[in-house]
């Protein structure tokens, strides 16, 4: 199994700034790619940032330009660094790994138990 632990959340005012984290750990044999997603009260859970291992990142049209994702391999840790942000960027926080646990298992989904960002004054 995978285990994934974010921290870094919290209050903030608008226009402030927060940098999120998750590290991985347990059974890992390959992370394929880290990602953050967000679910704010009422809505569905959307994709914020995702990195693949190799591959070019992608990010929300509503954070593009605010938000950068950024991983550390040799750690298995994924960070999101947050600016600028606003209310509507208030949310449960999800870090995702993508990952296999040995060489001939198939790739699993694997998710954080989330952390809450509320952005308000």
């Known amino acids: 199994q995978v285990q994934l632990v974010e921290s870094g959340g919290g209050l903030v005012q608008p226009g402030g700034s927060l940098r999120l984290s998750c590290a991985a750990s347990g059974t890992i044999f390959s992370i394929y790619a880290m990602g953050w997603y967000r679910q704010a009260p009422g809505k569905q859970r959307e994709l914020v940032a995702a990195k693949p291992s190799g591959g070019s990142t992608n990010y929300a049209d509503s954070v593009k330009g605010r938000f950068t994702i950024s991983r550390d391999n040799t750690k298995n840790t994924v960070y999101l660094h947050m600016n600028s942000l606003k209310p509507e960027d208030t949310a449960v926080y999800y870090c995702?790994?993508?990952?296999?646990?040995?060489?001939?298992?198939?790739?699993?989904?694997?998710w954080g138990k989330g952390t809450l960002v509320t952005v308000s004054s």
């Open positions: 995702n790994a993508l990952a296999t646990t040995r060489a001939t298992t198939p790739r699993m989904n694997y």
